[in-house]
């Protein structure tokens, strides 16, 4: 269905502002031509003048074509400078069964967004299939995540718990293997060869990391590092250590 909307006033863009931090936006010729191109369903479609020709042939489903004015495009972008091209996805939770999942990362109380877009980016490319946020982590459709993300938010699914004992007690009761990330040092840290799976893979906010109880709780994975450095940032050891899995036990 095509559309035209050049107000800001107009009823339906205050619906989907109003709506918009349950929802998926994707900004920008390339992130929004790489969707199209795909079997998915796009709920709307922002295209400004300009942006038509940058259209490609359309794979996805557009339940709703809205051709809008630069004012528009303002309103609803979160960029500086209001690109072309936006599209609106609903992109729904999936729930995770750990008796299934060779490895699934758990991430707890993430809060910079770009860190969780990178964890997405490193988890699409290394082969990880599940991802699980605990503890109030950012939102995953939050605009940062989704600028460093990209499309790798589509090719993830993730489940959102209200918190980490409730994910710790799923992953037991699907039998599944927990293990804890740290930087502290520990007597004898697993090495990663010996992983037992299926299993969960738990790491810590930027700040405080996992509490320690998990951490005497859980076998330890931990990076050798120099000991100048205190800790790597989440989303950097996070991608090494799928890098690692990934060569050592294929994902």
């Known amino acids: 269905m095509k559309i035209e909307i050049t107000s800001r006033a107009n009823p339906r863009l205050k619906e989907l502002l109003a709506v918009k931090e349950k929802l998926f936006f994707f900004e920008g010729e390339k992130l929004v031509c790489d969707i199209l191109t795909r079997q998915l369903i796009v709920n709307q479609l922002l295209v400004s003048q300009q942006g038509e020709k940058y259209l490609p042939e359309i794979a996805a489903t557009v339940k709703e074509y809205w051709q809008v004015s630069s004012q528009v495009l303002e309103k609803v972008s979160d960029l500086k400078s209001s690109p072309p091209l936006i599209a609106v996805l609903d992109i729904p939770q999936r729930e995770i069964d750990f008796s299934l999942e060779k490895i699934a990362l758990g991430f707890v109380g993430i809060q910079d967004p770009g860190n969780l877009g990178t964890v997405f980016r490193c988890a699409s490319a290394f082969g990880i ?55 502290h040092h520990h007597e004898a840290p697993l090495p990663l060869a010996r992983m037992e799976f299926p299993c969960l893979l738990l790491f810590g906010n930027e700040g405080q990391g996992l509490e320690p109880l998990l951490l005497e709780r859980f076998p330890l994975i931990r990076l050798e590092q120099k000991e100048r450095i205190d800790s790597l940032n989440v989303a950097v050891s996070a991608c090494i250590l799928m890098h690692e899995l990934q060569r050592l036990h294929g994902l």
Do not use: E, M, W
């Open 129 to 183: 299939s599940a991802l699980a946020l605990a503890g109030g982590c950012v939102r995953a459709n939050h605009p940062k995540v989704i600028r460093s993300a990209q499309t790798a938010i589509l090719d993830v699914p993730f489940q959102v718990f209200p918190n980490v004992d409730a994910l710790i007690a799923k992953a037991l009761a699907q039998n599944a293997h927990v293990y804890v990330t740290g930087s």
